[in-house]
């Protein structure tokens, strides 16, 4: 066969460093191939055997030994597959726990290589993260991460098999991470021309299955990656036109989509989502975003004539439920990709431009919180504890309140019928009380059209609701969470907004952080699964106490607390619920059963015969409110009254349950009870 590319340089000669090298050689279409290692024994090694196969093929094409990636630039493409020594012993994610293993191995080949203007196809994993490293260090225009490939391989091999039909019928495809949190995009799927119902877990199962079963036997999976790699390099270098899903810099987010490949010019061709595919695909980014900016710190070198001349661009969310809404503006994608990620799992955000509707301007402008502070600091100014951090305000004549919260390096400014300004010296901090205040936005939306807020958590199931109320510390969070590990959808851990609509009464959830105390998430089965994640540099949510991580990293599951007595908690993003907890999250329901539940150490759980009703003190109003307290005059005046609500909760079916701390035995009791409401 006449040779179609130059030569094609592999670095690595690992399981797929081999597959690759192999496949290359065997084909025919490329004049050489160049196989670098980091000692140079295994590539030799590696050279020799392919020499032989050669000879026995008559294959044309030469393998030669370079003795470093620098020897490689003249090469059309090359391959990554470099992996550093670690041992792997992550049970879930396994993908990134080379994380930081593997970091500056690449960070290290891409200064070598450092505007090398070739194809780049990077293997080693973390995949979505390690090209990107690769990319913004080095410099080079082409880089692709394999992986979606070959889990779009897997996926559509599970679902023929599913509904027996040939694996050449079925159109789908696997993208966002290579890892955990790939996103099936089932609602596009097609067999035979046609929509299909995709089993979505059973799918995922077989998924995670694969390449367990291929590196239980062979230790280490290379064939599939090896095959993707092959379909990557002759897209890329114009040899076929065909689709390839491949992890690129995608609207400024690396993940892995489909790219229509024409002559080696890719155009993006990602499927229609739904909804929750949605939400998934921001939950992935989101995670892929958190695990490479550490990295960045450390490897990436800061560009400041880059950010001189490049101007701010701004960046909106619109956040919405029921039927209000608000838009979360800001100078710095953090801020409004941090509220997609806090609000898309329970109530609705997407990326949108500013409209004319309520409006939180959130921005990272220091000489404005300088500005503000100082303005507060200097007039006679009052001081509130907001969020569990002290907060001084002024309000002027004209109804403008200025506030400013030191500790944090906020300040606010919020004028009668004008939009709401945040500013920070820091990202984070200005997301997480943009987040805080466009949530105050909608709920006092909400409770002008008629909402309350109850002290409750919420699952459900088939659109029936089961709340369960009680006070701090009676077990609401351990109910909720039962139940949801049992398969019911958790709608709420805490709180839920609830109105009368004819005779229904509608919930919504309040979205929020979900704090899990240790004991808990330890007896939920839990525990292991995300002190491993947290070891490997992943994150939980920042107001997480300090204290809390140490435990997580050291093992600990010793309940932890406050002076004060409140237990101090891991707090979960409402999206790690379903991607470290394997939960499904509900947007809204229909009450249909109330429990009261109680939890005494020890006991067996039991019914109790204890005729508890809902009270008024079971639902928060603008004077019971602890942690928000309305500065900002957000919240009607009036509000919705109780009476209507409590007679309707009266009549639905309700329980007083006395819980151990057995969560198999409890988790029964709670089945047998909530069977009808399902």
Known sequence: MNASAGAIGVIGAGAVGQGVAMLLTAAGWCESVRIVSRTG??????????????QVIASPVRAVHAANAGQLVSCEAIVVCLRADFTNTARTDVRMAGLNANAPVIADLARRLAHYQGLVVMVTNPVDVMARLFAEISGCPRVYGVGSNTDTARYRIALAHLLEVPVEAVEGHVIGEHGDQAVICASATRAGGLPVPVPVWRVREELSARPRRINAGLGRTRCGPAGAVIAALRAGLGLDDRVVELSVNHEGRWRGIPLR?????????????????ARQ?????????????????????????????????????????????????GNSTVITDWAIRYFGPWWNATSTTADDGPQVIADVNPAKVTKIAQRVADHAHEEILYANSSMLFDRDDDGTVLASQPDDKLTYRAEPGGPLHIYGCEDVPVALAAARLAREVVRG??????????HASA?????????????????????????????????????????????????????????????????????????????????????????????LHSGSRTPLWKESGKELKPQFFPDQLHTWLGLTLATEGHAARILFPQITPGAEPALLDDDRTVRDTDFFTASTEDRYPDLFSLLPTETPSAGPLLDLLGGLPRHTVNLGHNAQANTRLLQQVTELAS
């Open 459 to 551: 699952v459900v199931r088939d659109g029936q609701a089961v709340l369960t109320l009680g006070d701090k510390g009676a077990g609401k969070t351990t109910v909720g969470l039962l139940l949801a590990r049992a398969g019911w959808l958790l709608l709420a851990n805490d709180r839920v907004f609830i109105r009368r609509e004819d005779d229904r009464l509608r919930v919504l959830p309040w979205p929020s952080a979900a704090a899990i105390g240790l004991g808990l998430l330890d007896a939920l089965g839990w525990y292991d699964q995300v002190r491993e994640r947290v070891q490997r540099g992943e994150q939980l949510h920042p107001t997480q106490h300090q204290k809390v991580t140490d435990a």
């Open 445 to 454: 939306q909400l409770v002008a059209d008629g909402w309350s807020i109850l």
């Open 41 to 54: 024994v295994s590539a030799r090694a590696l050279v020799t055997d392919l020499e032989d196969m050669c």
């Open 281 to 329: 695909l921001v939950a992935a980014d989101v995670k892929l975003r958190d695990a490479y900016q550490p990295l960045a710190c450390l490897h990436v070198p800061v560009r400041p004539s880059w950010k001189e001349k490049t101007a701010v661009t701004r960046t909106a969310t619109r956040i919405s439920t029921a039927t209000q809404a608000v838009s979360v503006t």
């Open 261 to 277: 490949f024409t002559a080696g010019t890719p155009s993006v061709c990602l499927p229609r989502l739904d909804a929750a595919e």
